[in-house]
């Protein structure tokens, strides 16, 4: 695949993930715009998430059914028109209406990530999984300072305008410069497919590199989740647009890990996915000195992220190659763990630092990587029989050659 069509996919997943979270910095006037009380203003961003978890079970194993291409144009384009109603809202049922439909369809980012899985060779596959991906991270963290920035200017409801007019682009641009998959023999029905979600569930690599990213997204939702309070509390009391400007610092360091998925394609997934949940524990410890030091925070900021994306990309490296019949299916169903864990972290930090400070935020986030160093340690050689009969393609007989060198 081409540079510069792995660059649309990674802007068209970073597009679509920012829509889930592009409410989180705009909350308040958000909220008081629709006429929510400040309790219920949390069910914006839920909205978006519930409607993302049902997407991952429901639309995301329509690509290994039907043409990827096409279903990326049309997810994008039914997540355009949920930004728009939820632009164009004047009651709250008609927002959350709107922030359902668009999260139900960003699961266009998996679309994304399993077509460049299934049209790239198997000695480009990790490369190409590393740079789409690096779309999400910066989706993610780049929301944080975009959305701020907007709604300053123009309101809050403009976020979701900007965002409306790109999704219709990227849904044009994707039809008009992507190539359509060749795929051998005849795909399964989308019962099927669905249906075959649940087997996976029976292998033990799939399990253990879910079990990973539930930890490590526990862990990373640890520090986005709270990294606000200690900020804005003394000594510090940042304002949120300084607050957010932090999220530079996290994109770097998810941007410098773009080597990851070479590093897959080179054999070197399993060994690497030790070595940055080693470093991701290590970024704790400089994530903990917060209260006395920032630049400690943002070396740790910046050490997480590398360590959160190498792992990513390599868990779905390994999947991917493990199950090639059926790309969108695991893509989907592993995202389910990153999508507990991410929870899991924002839930638990808010809990143990009222309770003990930044120091147990720190202690617990560091636990969660611990934990998931110790399944990598469990797994580190797999048995032969880890995947499932009818995948013995040469790619999945790679994978197990390197899980058993790593």
Request: proline residues 4%; glycine residues 12%.
């Amino acid at each position: 695949m081409d540079a510069w069509r792995r660059l649309l996919l990674a802007v068209v997943c970073g597009v679509a993930v920012a829509g889930v979270y592009a409410a989180q910095p705009i909350l308040e006037p958000m909220g008081h715009d629709l006429g929510l009380s400040p309790g219920l203003a949390g069910w914006i961003v839920a909205t978006g998430q519930f409607g993302y978890l049902a997407g991952l079970v429901l639309l995301v194993p329509l690509g290994d059914v039907v043409d990827r291409r096409r279903l990326i144009a049309v997810h994008l384009t039914v997540t355009a028109a949920g930004m728009l109603l939820t632009a164009s809202a004047s009651a709250a049922w008609v927002a959350f209406a709107g922030l359902a439909t668009a999260g139900l369809f960003a699961v266009v980012v998996q679309t994304a990530v399993a077509y460049a899985a299934s049209v790239s060779p198997p000695a480009e596959r990790g490369r190409s999984i590393g740079v789409v991906t690096s779309g999400v991270v910066v989706g993610i963290l780049g929301a944080r300072v975009a959305t701020g920035m907007l709604a300053e200017v123009w309101g809050w409801r403009s976020v979701y305008a900007v965002l409306a007019v790109l999704s219709l682009g990227l849904a044009a641009l994707a039809l008009a410069v992507l190539p359509s998959e060749q795929r051998p023999g005849r795909p399964a029905g989308y019962g099927r497919a669905v249906a075959s979600v649940g087997g996976l569930f029976g292998q033990r690599l799939f399990l253990t590199r879910g079990l990973v990213a539930f930890f490590l997204f526990a862990s990373f939702g640890t520090l986005w989740s709270g990294l606000s309070l200690p900020l804005g509390a003394a000594p510090w009391r940042l304002s949120e647009g300084r607050i957010g400007l932090f999220g530079i610092a996290g994109l770097a360091g998810a941007l410098g890990a773009a080597r990851a998925g070479r590093w897959a394609d080179k054999g070197r997934a399993v060994p690497v996915s030790g070595f940055a949940l080693t470093l991701l524990i290590v970024s704790w410890a400089a994530i903990a000195r917060l209260p006395s030091s920032l630049w400690l925070l943002v070396v740790g900021i910046v050490l997480l992220d590398f360590a959160v994306q190498v792992v990513h990309v390599s868990n779905q490296h390994l999947l991917t190659t493990a199950n090639p019949d059926r790309i969108s299916g695991v893509v989907g169903s592993y995202m389910v763990f990153y999508s507990l864990g991410s929870a899991l972290g924002a839930a638990a930090t808010t809990a143990v630092f009222s309770a003990r400070g930044w120091a147990g935020s720190s202690l617990l986030g560091a636990g969660f990587a611990a934990c998931a160093l110790a399944v990598w340690a469990i797994d580190r050689r797999p048995p032969v029989d880890s995947t499932p009969p009818g995948t013995e393609a040469a790619g999945a007989r790679r994978m197990r050659q390197e899980a058993r060198r790593g």
